[in-house]
């Protein structure tokens, strides 16, 4: 009887081990979801918000307040749209290049004062696969994160890498000046994290609060 009873912890316990230790290192072979003039997602996750910018800023929290997008992305950019993937744990935490081009600017921000992204119930709801609009979080605006523009036929796309915590431990595999290939890889994210993607405003999003996306296969925008 003792036994059965401890089979559930420690099956749990294995189940996490696994999920930390292997799971999350996975990288399967996949095949360019885009045609020509289309954004495919920089990550897998849970499409946490998609908010235009509009004179330099964007809508963040229930308040609705103005964001500065540069403070949030960790480098200046145009107006046009915000999008926001969260890696949740059962994802995996490669990055992808989201267009074709060549990679303008790769800057690293440090955290100012380090703020988990999640709280405890949202990481649940994450889990659960529901959304979580963490835009106004402090975490967005103070935790580490990494900015990599690419210089695109459709304009400059950013993709900005923001870490769940304290670090942010990203390994990116891009450099200024490196041609890019829209489905290549951009950056490996060991503790998952948040994932912004700034798209010129004559691009139209096609992805929904709430959607799950998959890195290099889902479609997100196109002209």
Do not use: C
């Given at each position: 009887?003792?036994?059965?009873?401890?089979?559930?912890?420690?099956a749990a316990g294995l189940a996490?081990?696994?999920?930390?230790?292997?799971?999350?290192?996975?990288?399967?072979?996949?095949?360019?979801?885009?045609?020509?003039?289309?954004?495919?997602?920089?990550?897998?996750?849970?499409?946490?918000?998609?908010?235009?910018?509009?004179?330099?800023?964007?809508?963040?929290?229930?308040?609705?307040?103005?964001?500065?997008?540069?403070?949030?992305?960790?480098?200046?950019?145009?107006?046009?749209?915000?999008?926001?993937?969260?890696?949740?744990?059962?994802?995996?935490?490669?990055?992808?290049?989201?267009?074709?081009?060549?990679?303008?600017?790769?800057?690293?921000?440090?955290?100012?004062?380090?703020?988990?992204?999640?709280?405890?119930?949202?990481?649940?709801?994450?889990?659960?696969?529901?959304?979580?609009?963490?835009?106004?979080?402090?975490?967005?605006?103070?935790?580490?994160?990494?900015?990599?523009?690419?210089?695109?036929?459709?304009?400059?796309?950013?993709?900005?890498?923001?870490?769940?915590?304290?670090?942010?431990?990203?390994?990116?595999?891009?450099?200024?000046?490196?041609?890019?290939?829209?489905?290549?890889?951009?950056a490996f994210l060991p503790q998952?994290?948040?994932?912004?993607?700034?798209?010129?405003?004559?691009?139209?999003?096609?992805?929904?609060?709430?959607?799950?996306?998959?890195?290099?296969?889902?479609?997100?925008?196109?002209?």
């Open positions: 009887m003792r036994l059965r009873r401890l089979f559930p912890l420690v996490a081990v696994y999920v930390r230790q292997v799971h999350r290192f996975r990288d399967p072979v996949r095949v360019l979801g885009a045609a020509d003039g289309e954004v495919v997602s920089p990550a897998d996750g849970v499409v946490a918000f998609v908010r235009r910018v509009e004179a330099g800023e964007v809508t963040a929290g229930t308040n609705g307040a103005a964001v500065p997008v540069q403070e949030v992305l960790g480098t200046a950019a145009e107006d046009g749209w915000l999008l926001g993937v969260l890696i949740g744990p059962l994802d995996v935490h490669y990055t992808y290049q989201p267009v074709s081009g060549t990679v303008t600017g790769v800057r690293r921000m440090d955290g100012r004062t380090p703020t988990p992204l999640l709280t405890l119930l949202a990481r649940a709801a994450l889990l659960a696969g529901r959304p979580t609009d963490v835009l106004g979080a402090p975490g967005t605006r103070n935790n580490e994160r990494l900015s990599v523009t690419l210089g695109s036929d459709a304009g400059d796309v950013t993709v900005a890498l923001v870490a769940p915590g304290a670090a942010l431990d990203a390994m990116p595999y891009v450099k200024e000046g490196d041609r890019a290939r829209a489905g290549n890889k951009l998952g994290g948040l994932v912004l993607l700034h798209l010129p405003g004559h691009l139209t999003p096609l992805v929904t609060v709430g959607e799950h996306v998959t890195g290099m296969q889902t479609v997100v925008a196109r002209s």
